[in-house]
């Protein structure tokens, strides 16, 4: 029986020292270190690009207030005119205008008429207010800055 018992014990040494030479010899899991990598953002200066509203795309668009009589339009090519009537106040159009245009640059009164100047892209506008019975007649002329005043597509 000694030889059993032995026997036993020897394999249950056995069972315990290849349970623990193979613990012993497995690594242990390094831990997982995640690198967060941090862009600075990227800053892209452009040029600033003007818009023009009157002229999109080679169509010619100029402005007009709301309830506007039009008497007369020729936007086909550059210089473009449109004339209408309107029952708005010099103010209101002054308003309409600054807001499709911009700052007038210039601002000058002749024989009654106010005439404000703006200059978008490569255009020049002009609007031309003035007085006609109970109402205001305006002008608005669009030409070419560049002096080039030519057919647009």
């Known amino acids: 029986m000694k030889v059993k018992q032995a026997i036993k014990h020897l394999t249950l040494l056995s069972i315990l020292t290849i349970g623990i030479t193979a613990c012993s010899t ?11 990598i941090v862009e600075e953002p990227v800053i892209v200066e452009e040029e600033e690009t003007v818009v023009n509203t009157v002229i999109n795309n080679g169509v010619i668009n100029i402005p007009v207030m709301r309830y506007a009589q039009i008497f007369a339009e020729y936007s086909d090519s550059l210089p473009a005119v449109l004339n209408y009537f309107t ?10 205008y600054q807001q499709a245009f911009g700052e007038p640059y210039s601002q000058e009164v002749k024989r009654e008429r106010l005439t404000l100047k703006y ?3 490569d255009e020049l506008m002009r609007v031309v207010i003035s007085q006609q019975n109970n109402k205001r007649q305006v002008d608005v002329i669009v030409e070419s800055n560049s002096g080039n005043n030519t057919t647009v597509n």
């Open 26 to 36: 497995t690594p242990e899991p390094k831990p997982v270190v995640e690198k967060v």
């Open 87 to 96: 029952n708005a106040s010099k103010e209101q159009i002054i308003d309409f």
């Open 119 to 121: 200059k978008q892209g």
